[in-house]
């Protein structure tokens, strides 16, 4: 073989062990990383501040991957395309303040419920909306995609809705008088009328509910070991940190 046949011969046998050590590396570095989608428009669940990505479901999952040993990857997607993103394979995991609920459960997994919420009334202060039953006949604001849109129309076939994209424009249609009253998650609704004077919250709930982080069907191995990392964090006191920094209670 002459000199040149063995540079040649090791010049291929290098490209050769590229192509096959690359992708098991490649694989080494995705598997310590968690895809996870939210709407990053719904304080104090999970919100922008200053540009950076902030809220109560990006502490929690946060702390989770790490608990888990990986490091959270994020893609910020409107609301209604979280659940079909996350079908299409465009990211392992999504939370972004979801309710768990029987149709979703038809066609993705959630893990354990990590916070109690419910659907709240947002009005302005001086409103003459007293209860629930006082919105039919008005104008509601819901943000398309939640369960909101569905809740009204099954339980107040009498409310106009008005669907908007965005949790902000919402509130912000009650603000100028364009609606009578928005319907959120409680969360959002008493974050959104502690921070502006001139708003309140109906003391009577719509509902009652939980959020989960919902997974594919097909990754229950994900979902187990989110439930694992959750019960981990509630052990360690590291959840009832969270819950005390957002919400200014202790978790039970």
């Given at each position: 073989?002459?000199?040149?046949q063995k540079v040649l011969s090791a010049a291929c046998l290098s490209i050769a062990m590229v192509s096959?050590?690359?992708?098991?590396?490649?694989?080494?570095?995705?598997?310590?990383?968690?895809?996870?989608?939210?709407?990053?428009t719904f304080p104090p669940m999970e919100f922008t501040d200053k540009g950076q990505r902030t809220g109560f479901?990006?502490?929690?999952?946060?702390?989770?991957?790490?608990?888990?040993?990986?490091?959270?990857?994020?893609?910020?997607?409107?609301?209604k395309g979280l659940i079909p993103g996350l079908i299409a394979h465009r990211f392992d995991a999504a939370i972004s303040g979801i309710y768990i609920t029987p149709e979703r459960s038809q066609v993705v997994d959630f893990t354990?419920?990590?916070?109690?919420?419910?659907?709240?009334?947002?009005?302005?202060?001086?409103?003459?909306?007293?209860?629930?039953?006082?919105?039919?006949?008005?104008?509601?604001?819901?943000q398309v995609g939640t369960k909101s849109v569905n809740f009204l129309r099954d339980n107040y076939p009498q409310v106009q809705r008005v669907e908007v994209e965005k949790n902000q424009e919402m509130f912000d249609l009650v603000g100028i008088g364009r609606a009578d009253a928005a319907v959120t998650g409680k969360p959002a609704a008493y974050q959104f009328a502690r921070s502006r004077p001139g708003f309140r919250v109906l003391d009577k709930e719509l509902t009652t509910e939980?959020?989960?982080?919902?997974?594919?069907?097909d990754e229950g191995q994900l979902r187990d070991q989110m439930n694992a990392a959750l019960a981990k964090i509630k052990a360690d006191g590291t959840y009832a940190a969270i819950v005390q920094k957002w919400f200014g209670t202790t978790a039970k």
């Open positions: 073989m002459t000199k040149l096959v050590i690359a992708p098991g590396t490649a694989a080494a570095q995705d598997a310590q990383v968690l895809n996870v989608a939210t709407d990053a479901d990006i502490d929690l999952m946060n702390a989770l991957a790490k608990a888990m040993g990986k490091q959270v990857q994020w893609t910020d997607i409107d609301f354990q419920p990590y916070f109690a919420g419910g659907l709240s009334v947002l009005v302005k202060a001086d409103s003459p909306i007293k209860t629930p039953a006082d919105l039919n006949g008005k104008k509601v604001t819901v939980e959020y989960g982080i919902a997974v594919r069907k």
